[in-house]
């Protein structure tokens, strides 16, 4: 049987009172005109005396988060999805029944209030409560004012109190949609369409990543949750359709961490006849669209870090990047077990699969120049051994026409040349079957069905992978990816699981 507290006890009790009232302690529909930011914008450069000769009302529902009782009248303050204003209360203005009841009032409870605006003697715009009306009876108390949901993982796991507490878990929750908005705008005024693809596959492929695997009853079957949305887009410029995007949820079984949930937002975007400089271009310009258009600024606080958006974007190769940091020059490296050898001389462990000239060029990089790229920097030409989908750079085949966006030492996007030979793709695949066989459970399976779209013809084509979650932790200047995921992936309480 469950327990409550003496708090919970006392509101229990008022429940019953306002059912003595003949009212339903957990309302009904509510028509209001008004929300509480529009009203202050409206009528801040009013000042009171001018308030007098004025009549205009507003009518607004909120959750009470501030009540200063004082007698006969009273201040309390009502929060809605915009933001809060103060009400004004008096008995002699809404009669002794109902400023009894607005006195039983408790922290969180939802009421309605219509009433005059007006503006007090210290400034502040207010609502003179005309019409007081109980909507909803909380039980459970809020969190303290002044200390909220301190500890981060309660606010995670009870979101819906963080955004009651916390003004900037609501600002991120509403502009991430925002951000969404904006790129789909953005990609359509280009002629770009948004499609859907499936999210359970046979097949492990468009990413290497560690899948979630699921059961399908009816046909006997285990299936993969999807870790990419890359090779049915692909499929679809096969089919003529040339500039084609998706935002869908995307699901890696690793673990989980500041960057990292295991049920993110993906989006993939593709078009027929660009190439890696077209996606830099494309990423460069969508991200200054968003900063201008949602945010009003190109400077951001990022993860320590100062970063102005304005300006054109460095590229840098990965070998010019690691030549830099190391003095190591891995183009003029034509010998597999001389890139060991620096390897080992540089402490960098290597797992069986990882002894190969593209692995230990990768290690190096993330060893020594990851962390470094701070401003936003296209990173580009990566091996071919860590890059199956993409075509291979026509000076040196070692390396192939793919970049990776950096900002604040963090990966925020990956595009491609998209690799569109049929018979080069196969061998790729075929290398990635070798590496899963030397225990890299993150290798892609064979899908000879997209084999086979390739021998159709697929047009010359740029594509790039964005975490939206990423984005989004930039543009509102999160620090975690918890913070921007509504519900972010938690272990039970009391359960097996670890969260980092």
């Known amino acids: 049987m469950r327990e409550f507290s003496e708090q919970e006890l006392v509101r229990r009790e008022k429940l019953k009172k306002i059912e003595e009232l003949g009212l339903d302690p957990f309302g009904h529909r509510f028509e209001r005109d008004s929300y509480s930011a529009d009203i202050k914008e409206k009528y801040k450069d009013i000042d009171h005396d001018e308030f007098e000769k004025m009549d205009d009302t507003a009518t607004v529902a909120g959750r ?4 200063r009782k004082m007698g006969k009248a009273s201040f309390f303050t009502i929060k809605d999805r ?8 008096s008995i002699n203005d809404v009669g002794e029944e109902v400023y009894n009841l607005f006195k039983s009032a408790d922290l969180g409870d939802i009421v309605g209030v219509h009433g005059k605006i007006m503006k007090t003697k210290t400034g502040e715009v207010t609502i003179k409560c005309l019409e007081y009306t109980h909507l909803v009876k909380a039980l459970k108390p809020l969190p303290e004012k002044f200390h909220g949901l301190v500890d981060k993982e309660e606010r995670y796991r009870r979101r819906y109190v963080d955004l009651i507490m916390n003004d900037d878990a609501m600002r991120v929750a509403m502009m991430r949609p925002k951000i969404i908005r904006t790129i ?66 995307t699901f890696r079984n690793e673990g989980m961490d500041m960057q990292h949930n295991p049920e993110f937002t993906l989006m993939e975007i593709y078009q027929a006849y660009s190439d890696l400089d077209g996606m830099m271009d494309l990423t460069e ?65 290597l797992e069986e699969h990882e002894r190969q000239f593209g692995h230990i060029v990768n ?7 990851e962390e470094t790229l701070i401003q936003p920097t296209f990173l580009y030409g990566h091996p071919i051994e860590i890059s199956p989908l993409t075509k291979k750079d026509p000076k040196d085949g070692r390396f192939t026409q793919r970049f990776e966006l950096f900002i604040s030492g963090h990966e925020c ?24 066989e030397m225990g890299n459970d993150e290798a892609n399976d064979i899908d000879m069905d997209f084999v086979e779209a390739l021998e159709y013809g697929m047009p010359p084509a740029g594509g790039i992978g964005y975490g939206i979650d990423r984005m989004v932790m930039f543009f509102t200047e999160s620090e975690s990816i918890r913070d921007v995921i509504l519900f972010p992936l938690m272990k039970p309480l009391g359960g097996k699981g670890t969260d980092k």
Not at 64 to 67: D, E, P, S, Y
Not at 82 to 89: C, L, T
């Open 285 to 349: 310009n969508m991200y200054k669209t968003i900063a201008n258009e949602v945010c009003g600024k190109t400077t951001f606080n990022y993860l320590g870090h100062e970063i102005d958006i304005s300006g054109k974007w460095k590229r840098v190769s990965m070998t010019d990047a690691i030549k830099e940091a190391t003095g190591i020059d891995f183009k003029e490296i034509k010998d597999v077990d001389e890139a060991i050898k620096l390897a080992e001389e540089h402490g960098i462990e």
């Open 413 to 436: 996007a990956n595009a491609y040349t998209e690799l569109n030979d049929p018979i080069d793709q196969l061998e790729r695949f075929e290398a990635q079957l070798k590496e899963k």
């Open 363 to 369: 290690l190096f990089f993330e060893k020594y120049v």
């Open 184 to 249: 789909q705008k953005f990609l359509d005024e280009q002629g770009f369409v948004e499609v859907e693809t499936p999210i359970l596959s046979t097949l492990l492929t468009g990413a290497s990543a560690r899948p979630f695997v699921t059961h399908h009853n009816a046909q006997d079957l285990d299936m993969y949750l999807r870790v990419a949305l890359e090779l049915h887009l692909k499929r679809l410029l096969v089919g003529g359709m040339e500039k084609v995007y998706e935002i869908g949820r």
């Open 64 to 67: 009470i988060m501030f009540i």
């Open 82 to 89: 915009k933001g809060s204003i103060q009400i004004y209360i």
